[in-house]
């Protein structure tokens, strides 16, 4: 009987055998999805893969580098580094992932406006452990509207508002439904840009269509620039993406040049993608104006004026920073019902937007006004964030224009500087000898040296024979812009 | 002045009147992703949308219908209805929202080991408000391959494991990687099959190859019909994939059929996608076999055997059933590295998958044990959860027993029943007038005349000629099934 089955194994295990060796294929990179293996992804690229293995290797060896810790100056993630969470926030997803709290909130001194808010909540969600509908509660919706309206002085409405998992998914939902795939499409994108943009493009096999940002203006929107663009495009245009404050920029848009873009996309008939994640990350010399409130004062104007127009918010920047929430939403207006459907269906193919990141941009879009019980903490803690960002905002750029061969635009928006660098003719061969773009070589010795991973300019784009990089100013110490200047200096020695 | 301002103002909008009278273009249907337009996804379909406005309508008018509510049996979405959420689950969480409460949980009655467990996660994520790595929390992923490696009793890692935004998520991740978007490619799908996989499948422009399961048989799979669809396919084969327990049919695979499965895909050079996230949802007849453990035991007997298989599985189902906080993960094993660094630039992509999901994953394949303190409340919970899934799904499969012209096979897994039909000619052609599948006019009477929202067959697939509709067995009351035989006896009443 064991005999019997030893042998049936044993037969069984040749058989095996025999079809792995007869077949010696395996899935490799040829076999993929092109796009996929083409598409470019440089805020978790290379630096960032660097910067984790050196992490790593620092555990089993803390002496192996010249520094204590690596420092992630390459991605807007305030909640790594020291940025604490709001309170009022924290408090409600608290007694909604828990609510049984709320009868007890007084013992663990939750305050009653926190209650108030987690019951309405939970009273039109459910249970944030419930898929809610494809397009996202219609409380938290409703809330967002009337954000918008105040924000603008012009009307939202509820039905227009879509929630979604962080704004990198309304960008995806967008250019999936708007790229036809077939190659012919275009993208109009500013350069320098968010890389989630071109990747995107890569993924749908569209093309971007560079319009070029004016360094010279503070990186402001050139309309010869755009119109250029529109001009020697060899692609069918769907859409202009904008980001505004930009990043890696930082520049603000004012309502002139809004204008200009919403107009330029009337007549070439195109839509316009307002990435707007940065609005209230506004410095001093910024200021904000939304698409949607150019967009309203054009149709007052002119009925006629349609543009398709989406903006996008998320909780991941702004005075929240609660980037692994993944909340987020978009705003669309113009588009024709037939898009609007074929964008819902792509969302309830996702089925829904996580519960808890929607309820969270429920307490951004409508935060403790004067005279709630929760008003006073809620305002010094987003005090002190917003003070924090601007003094090492400030900090940062004042240790840029110190440097040598080294230009830098003052802190206007977003969480991030792009100084332009002068690189030796020593540096750039130096970098070509080891195939590297000479900005990424340049940043890749900052890491090697000081343990500061920045991304560099080629990462999101830049004019040729021109290198930059980008940093958060979201390091704490002084010693932060310090290091990079004396790094700096040390790299301009050793190749000029 | 003023006069002048208003001229200014008069001139502009004539100007911007110009321009959209010139052009008076917008984007249609015709200009979007035909792949987009094309897909198809029944579970938020026609029927769901039907039933969100009979919601909708009866707010209004409570009347207007012959039932008092809607019951969405159409989804898979436990909480939406009765299910508690398991209490030491949420415990955690609101602690990794609001850590203060840490300190203070016995004044909430949060027992010592959920504070043990989120102060850990806590220490090992730094802030759920922060991105985390693209493939997930270390600890996350540790904890996961303990899991796996206790119920298979084979080796599993870290570094194969990557956590996504539920399961949707991974499939996305794997069909967007695998498919080459040309055309050309297949992957071979059950039908009937949760229709998700033809929904990608259509986005990426890639084929579903259907291989038939066997109602004859509890829709098991059967292998002449799988190398059948290999036979005829004039595709180039990717992948099978395999929903285990099934989804619509709650069948559960055997060890012989998965070996055969996993044989068949190391013979063609293909992958095996293997969703699994009903692993947790077993009945009386059913037993849950991990495709993991089959490939192990294949890789003993064979080293050469090197099948690249994706496993599939979520916080949504099981006794969790935390649909709305996005947890998930994929475990990928035998791909090559090249592959693999394609799946991880596209996590990176989107960034992070929502912190607290992840944290929700750790806590569902580490629960409390006999001895933890809150192990007794835990064990009550999710023992009430799965006596109570399995007296409703008993409840109904007996119900459905006793109907004329149906046949229904026991319930074995996930939490679906999906019941044959032999529809009348009269309602066949009724349904043919309405341009409707008989199966969905079926179901939109149900519908209209219940307030019971189900999917028809025709959302999964099924053999020509054959009806059928999905259930979930979620609802609560006595009445459920009664209502739907009440219905049914009325329809054939009506129709033959």
Not at 141 to 169: C, E, H, M, P, W
Not at 279 to 292: E, L, P, R, W, Y
Not at 315 to 338: A, N, P, W
Not at 344 to 363: D, N, R
Request: proline content about 6%; charged content about 20%; overall charge negative.
């Amino acid at each position: 009987m064991l005999r019997q089955g030893i042998k049936r194994a044993v037969v069984h295990a040749r058989a095996v055998q025999a079809v792995c060796k007869r077949t010696n294929m395996t899935i490799t990179k040829k076999d993929l999805n092109p796009q996929v293996v083409n598409a470019q992804y440089a805020v978790r690229g290379k630096l960032a893969v660097r910067a984790d293995e050196i992490k790593e290797q620092m555990r089993t060896n803390p002496s192996l580098f010249p520094f204590d810790k690596v420092i992630n100056a390459n991605i807007g993630n305030p909640q790594q580094l020291d940025q604490k969470p709001v309170t009022f926030y924290r408090q409600v997803l608290a007694m909604l992932q828990y609510p049984e709290l709320m009868d007890r909130a007084a013992d663990v001194g939750i305050p009653n406006d926190a209650v108030q808010r987690a019951r309405k909540l939970l009273d039109d969600i459910g249970s944030v452990g419930a898929y809610s509908s494809s397009q996202g509660v219609t409380t938290v919706r409703n809330s967002v509207a009337n954000f918008i309206q105040k924000r603008d002085g012009y009307a939202a409405s509820a039905s227009d508002i879509y929630l979604t998992t962080g704004a990198s998914n309304a960008v995806t939902f967008l250019l999936t439904t708007l790229a036809r795939g077939d190659g012919s499409d275009g993208f109009m994108i500013p350069i320098p840009q968010y890389p989630l943009y071109t990747a995107t493009l890569t993924l749908q096999n569209s093309n971007p269509v560079p319009y070029y940002l004016d360094e010279a203006k503070e990186w402001g929107t050139n309309m010869a620039a755009l119109n250029d663009a529109v001009e020697s495009s060899k692609h069918k245009l769907k859409a202009v993406v904008v980001i505004n404050p930009g990043n890696p920029t930082g520049a603000c848009l004012g309502v002139k040049e809004i204008k200009d873009i919403l107009l330029l996309a009337q007549k070439e008939g195109i839509a316009v993608i307002a990435d707007e994640v940065y609005q209230a990350n506004i410095f001093a010399s910024g200021q904000f104006h939304s698409f949607k409130k150019v967009w309203s004062i054009l149709k007052e104007e002119n009925p006629d004026f349609n543009v398709p127009l989406a903006s996008l918010h998320s909780t991941s920047k702004g005075k929240i920073g609660e980037c692994g929430q993944r909340g987020g939403y978009m705003e669309l207006v113009g588009f024709h019902e037939d898009v609007i459907e074929q964008i819902y269906k792509l969302c309830s193919i996702s089925l829904c937007p996580v519960v808890t990141g929607q309820a969270l941009i429920e307490c951004m879009v409508n935060p403790p006004v004067e005279g709630d019980e929760s008003y006073p903490l809620f305002n010094k803690e987003t005090n002190h964030i917003m003070d924090t960002l601007t003094q090492r905002a400030n900090r940062l750029y004042e240790a840029f224009k110190e440097m040598p061969k080294v230009s830098c635009e003052p802190p206007q928006g977003a969480m991030y500087l792009f100084p332009s660098i002068e690189l030796p003719a020593g540096a750039i061969a130096e970098a070509e000898r080891h195939n590297e773009q000479p900005d990424e070589f340049y940043c890749m010795k900052l890491l090697e040296q000081t343990g500061i991973c920045v991304i560099p300019g080629s990462g999101f784009g830049q004019k040729d024979g021109t290198y930059h990089f980008r940093t958060t100013f979201l390091a704490p110490g002084d010693d932060y812009g310090e290091k990079i200047v004396n790094f700096h200096k040390k790299f301009l020695a050793q190749y000029e």
